[in-house]
C-alpha cells in the first residue's frame, strides 16, 4: 500500500502542476524570480533591492491572472476579462507568452521590485541549477518542469517521511497509511507544494523533523540529536516559520542533556548564518512580516487581545483545507465545515482516551509542535489585522501544511486507542478527504480555469464538460490532454486508495 500511496501522491503533485495556470501560484512570479537571480546572476537577492527579471515582467503582461492578483498589478488581465477575449486574440497572447525571448531571463533590474527577495534560501538554491540548465527553453515550460520537480519531491517526501513518523510513534501500519492518505488528499497540500515556491522545501522536510524529535525524545544521543538539529536547520533555511519550533528543539535539548551538542551544533553552523545576514541587512531576524507591520511587540500583543478570533479561527481553518491558489476561490463551505467537525470529533476522542492512558512523550512533542506553531499564526493574524482590520488576512493558508503531519500524527494516536468508534470515525474521514480531492478536479479547479461560470451545479457541469475542455488550453501550463489524463489518474487513485485504507481500518483490531 505504501507504494501504492506514494504513486497517489506524485501523479496528484503533477496533475497539480500542470493544471496550474502560468503563475496562478502563490506569489509564484517573484518566487521565480527569486529563482532566476540566483541561477543568472548568481547571487542573492536582497529585498529593495532585487528586482524580476524582464522576461517575467513580459509575461504578467500576457498571462491571465486572478482578480486578487489585478489589485497588486492593476495591469494584468483578470480570468473574467481574458474568457472574454475573441478566440484569436487569446490564442495570440498564449503563443506570445511561448515566444518571449530567453535572454530577458538573464535582464534582472535592481529596482527593489521582487518582495520575496527576503526569503530563506536553500529551496532556491536546489532548483537554481535545474533553472540554468533549461535557460533556453520558453518560459511556460521552464516553469511547469522545476513544478513539476520541486512539487513531486516535495510530496514524496513528505509521504515517505509520515511512514517514518508513524513508526516512531509506534503506530501500526494501517494507521501510518491513513496519515499518509489523508495528507495526500489534502488540496492545500499541492497549493502550496506544486508550484514554484520556498514552501515546497518546508513540507517536505516537516514529517521528517517531527519523526527525529519524536526519536530523540525516546532515546536522546548525539546521533539523532545531530538529526533533530540538521533537520531543523535545513527547514530554517528553507522557511522562517520553522523559528517556531526553535524552542521545541532547545528544550527538548535542556531537557534530554544527552546528545544536547548535537542539537545545537547544526543550527548554529548551518542556520545561524543566514539570520545573521538578515540582521544585519534588514535590522529583523526575518526580514519580512516586521517590514510590512512596522509596530511594536507591545501593539501586536494588545491586538492579541481585541481581534475576533472567532472570525479569524473560522475563516483560517476553513482555508487551511481548501483554497484555490490565487484566486482564493473556495470549496462549499458546508463540505468545509463537515471535514472540520470530523477532525473536531476525532480530537475529542483522542482527548478522550489521552485521559484514559497518558500519551507518550513523543505526542507531547508533536502537540507543543502544534501549539508554538499556532502561536506564529496567531501572531502573524494579530499583526496583520493591525495594519489591515481583516482577520482573515493572517494565518496564510499555505503554512499550515507544515503541521499536517503531526495533526495527523496526534488523531491516529488517539483513534487508535478508541477502538469501533475511532475505526468508524477514521473511515469517515478517509471517505470524506477523496470525495473532496476528487471533486477539486472535476467540480472547482478544471471548470474554474477552463471559463465555466456560476455555481457548479451537476447538470451545467455536465453539459459543460460534454462541449470539451472549455479554454482549458488558453490557461493551464501544460496541453489539456494531458491535465485530464493526469486528473483522472489522481481521481482514481484518491478513490482507490480510500477504499483500500477504509478495508484495512475496519478489518484491523484495536
Known amino acids: 500500500m505504501r507504494t501504492f500511496l506514494l504513486l497517489y501522491g506524485v501523479l496528484s503533485a503533477f496533475a497539480y502542476a500542470s493544471l496550474l495556470p502560468l503563475w496562478e501560484g502563490f506569489d509564484e512570479p517573484f518566487h521565480y524570480a527569486y529563482v532566476q537571480t540566483v541561477a543568472r546572476q548568481k ?8 528586482g524580476i527579471s524582464m522576461e517575467v515582467r513580459a509575461s504578467l503582461e500576457l498571462a491571465p491572472a486572478s482578480h486578487v492578483v489585478a489589485r497588486n498589478l492593476p495591469f494584468v488581465t483578470t480570468y473574467a476579462d481574458w474568457f472574454r477575449l475573441p478566440d484569436a486574440e487569446r490564442g495570440r497572447r498564449r503563443a506570445a507568452l511561448f515566444s518571449i525571448p530567453t535572454e530577458l531571463g538573464n535582464r534582472i533590474p535592481d529596482d527593489g521590485s521582487n518582495y520575496e527577495a527576503q526569503q530563506a534560501p536553500l529551496a532556491y538554491l536546489l532548483i537554481a541549477p535545474l533553472d540554468r540548465l533549461w535557460a533556453g527553453a520558453p518560459l511556460p515550460e521552464r516553469v511547469w518542469r522545476l513544478r513539476l520537480v520541486s512539487g513531486s519531491v516535495a510530496i514524496a517526501a513528505a ?76 527547514g530554517l533555511l528553507a522557511k522562517a516559520y520553522y523559528l517556531a519550533f526553535l524552542p521545541l528543539a532547545l528544550g527538548l535539548a535542556m531537557w534530554k542533556r544527552r546528545g544536547a ?22 535590522g529583523t531576524v526575518t526580514g519580512a512580516l516586521e ?6 511587540l507591545w501593539d501586536i500583543a ?28 473556495t470549496f462549499s463551505a458546508a463540505t468545509l465545515n463537515l471535514m472540520l467537525l470530523l477532525a473536531l470529533c476525532a480530537a475529542v476522542l483522542s482527548v ?10 513523543p505526542e507531547g512533542v508533536l502537540l507543543a509542535g502544534c501549539l ?17 482590520g481583516e482577520p482573515g488576512l493572517g494565518g496564510a493558508p499555505w503554512y499550515t501544511p507544515t503541521i499536517f503531519a503531526a495533526l495527523l500524527g496526534l488523531l491516529a494516536c488517539g483513534l487508535s486507542r478508541t477502538g469501533r468508534a475511532g475505526r468508524w470515525l477514521a473511515v469517515a474521514m478517509t471517505a470524506m478527504w477523496a470525495y473532496v480531492m476528487a471533486a477539486t478536479w472535476w467540480v472547482k479547479l478544471i471548470p474554474l480555469y477552463g471559463g465555466y461560470r456560476g455555481r457548479a451545479r451537476v447538470g451545467a457541469l455536465a453539459e459543460w464538460y460534454g462541449r470539451g475542455p472549455g479554454l482549458l488550453g488558453d490557461t493551464a501550463i501544460a496541453a489539456p490532454a494531458l491535465v485530464l489524463a493526469l486528473a483522472a489518474a489522481a481521481t482514481i487513485g484518491a478513490v482507490s486508495g480510500a477504499a483500500l485504507v477504509c478495508r484495512a481500518l475496519l478489518r484491523s483490531r484495536p
Open 43 to 50: 547571487r542573492l537577492p536582497v529585498r529593495k533591492q532585487s
Open 352 to 361: 478522550r482516551a489521552a485521559w484514559r492512558k497518558r500519551p507518550s512523550p
Open 291 to 296: 517590514a510590512i507591520v512596522r509596530h511594536s
Open 261 to 282: 551538542a548535537a542539537v545545537v551544533a547544526p543550527l548554529i553552523l548551518l542556520a545561524a548564518p543566514w539570520y545573521w545576514r538578515n540582521w544585519t541587512l534588514y
Open 302 to 329: 494588545g491586538t492579541l487581545l481585541r481581534m475576533p478570533w472567532a472570525t479569524a479561527v473560522a475563516s483560517s481553518a476553513r482555508r487551511s483545507l481548501w483554497t484555490a491558489n490565487n484566486s482564493f476561490d
Open 159 to 234: 509521504c515517505l517521511g509520515i511512514f517514518v513518523l508513524a513508526a516512531r510513534l509506534g503506530l501500526p501500519g494501517v494507521w501510518a497509511a491513513w496519515m499518509a492518505f489523508l495528507l495526500l488528499s489534502s488540496q492545500m497540500l499541492y497549493a502550496a507544494a506544486a508550484h514554484i515556491t520556498n514552501d515546497w522545501l518546508a513540507i517536505a522536510l516537516a514529517p521528517w523533523f517531527f519523526a527525529a524529535a519524536a526519536a530523540y525524545t525516546r532515546r536522546p544521543d548525539a546521533r539523532r540529536g545531530a538529526a533533530l538539529g540538521t533537520t531543523l536547520a535545513l
Open 372 to 388: 508554538l506553531f499556532a502561536g506564529l499564526v496567531a501572531y502573524s493574524t494579530a499583526a496583520l489585522f493591525l495594519v489591515f
